[in-house]
Structure formats: structure tokens, C-alpha cells
């Protein structure tokens, strides 16, 4: 049995061995026969508390929930995973079975959403034109995406996120490209937003500015040359 659920000291009467009923044998054997599923939470992936056991169930139970006393603070977001325990008290250790809980501002789960894109980068091609290279990652996804919209500003300073410029069809884990039409000099304003099957986009309001010099460079002047 795992060092953390032996708890004799205390008769099994402690937080977490009340919910395994450890009390039923004084905290010195195990009482889950058929084993068990445990429930654990974290800010992130990272951060996941293994100590803190917030609920039991069978092994067997399609569901489990965190206590009503747990609570989600609203803009938030937390990671729940769940365990396994055998008939023997050995405990699993994989993430395999965790899930990403987003709140919103009044407090209610937040409506799914693919992933944030980035590495996004931007070159100056063709002497006018903006090359846009961007890269989205799938892990811990709430939704997956089934495109990316483009956006952009048209050098106002105010992008417009009613009209995208170009959609790009969403083909697994790799780098993506949108190539501008041509663009006068100045400053440019771009957004890429990944888009779930329902439309669902995500928020993401961290746009690239882009500055577009389409001078051409200073001619050389040789001022002497001769053979040596």
C-alpha cells in the first residue's frame, strides 16, 4: 500500500483517510478491495496537488466530482486528473486521464475553445507583401480546431474581427502560412485566431504589429577604384 494512504497514527481518521474509510480498520489495512478512483487538482499540468485527495470513487463509476467545498474563482483555469488504485493500495502514475477547466468572469464553465496559436512570425516578401508563419500545438486543448481565421487592420491601428482576410484549413500539429496581398508602407496590426467545428474562436488579443518598408536600399557609390 502507498506510504500516503497508510494512516494508523490517527486510526484513518485523517482527510484523506476518511474518504477512503480507513476508519472501518483502524487505519491499518486497506479497506477498497476492488480498488478505486481518486480525484486531484492543479493550477496547471505542473502544479497538480498528489497529496490532496479530493474525492473517492469505485473503480468501476463512469463519473466522480469535487466536493461542493472546492471552490473556482472566476477567470481562472484548473486541471483535474484522475488515479487509479488496485485491490492492494498501489496507486498509478499517469496524467492520461486529466482534463482542463476553464471559468469565466461570472463564475460558469467557459464555453470550450481550441488552443492559442504561437511562434507566430512575419516576414517582408516580394517587396510589398507580409508572409505570415505561425505554429499551433493540440496538447491540453478543450477543442479541437477546425481552421484559423486571418485578421488584420489594414493600417487604421484597429483590427477588424468581423471581417477575416483569409481561412486556413486546420491540418494537425505544424507550422502554418498566409502570404498578404500587396500592402502600401506603413505599420500593420495581424491576428490569427484558431476556430472550434461549433465556430467558437478563441480570444486571443495579442496581435503582431508589423511595419512594411517598401523603399528600395541606397545605391553604393564607389568613389575610387584601381588595380593593385
Not at 147 to 163: H, L, N, P, R, S
Request: charge should be negative; include cysteine.
Amino acid at each position: 500500500m502507498d506510504a500516503k494512504f497508510f494512516d494508523s497514527l490517527y486510526e484513518g481518521e485523517s482527510q484523506n483517510g476518511v474518504k477512503f474509510g480507513m476508519s472501518l480498520t483502524g487505519g491499518d489495512f486497506w479497506p477498497r478491495v476492488a480498488g478505486c478512483s481518486m480525484l486531484y487538482r492543479g493550477t496547471s499540468m505542473d502544479l497538480i496537488d498528489f497529496f490532496n485527495i479530493l474525492a473517492v470513487s469505485e473503480a468501476t463509476a463512469s463519473e466522480i466530482s469535487p466536493p461542493t467545498y472546492v471552490s473556482h474563482d472566476n477567470d481562472s483555469i484548473y486541471f483535474y486528473v484522475v488515479r487509479r488504485v488496485n485491490e492492494c493500495g498501489r496507486e498509478e502514475h499517469t496524467l492520461s486521464a486529466a482534463v482542463k477547466v476553464s471559468i469565466d468572469s461570472n463564475g460558469e464553465l467557459a464555453e470550450p475553445l481550441p488552443n492559442n496559436v504561437f511562434e507566430i512570425r512575419a516576414e517582408q516578401v516580394d517587396g510589398d507583401k507580409i508572409l505570415l508563419v505561425w505554429y499551433y500545438c493540440p496538447i491540453e486543448q478543450q477543442s479541437p480546431p477546425v481552421c484559423f481565421k486571418v485578421y488584420y487592420d489594414a493600417g487604421t491601428g484597429q483590427i477588424d474581427y468581423e471581417d477575416p482576410i483569409a481561412t486556413i484549413s486546420y491540418c494537425g500539429r505544424k507550422f502554418y502560412t498566409h502570404l498578404s496581398d500587396m500592402l502600401g508602407e506603413g505599420k500593420y496590426l495581424f491576428a490569427i485566431r484558431a476556430v472550434g467545428a461549433d465556430g467558437t474562436e478563441n480570444t486571443s488579443l495579442s496581435p503582431m504589429e508589423v511595419y512594411l518598408d517598401t523603399t528600395s536600399p541606397g545605391v553604393i557609390n564607389i568613389l575610387n577604384a584601381r588595380s593593385v
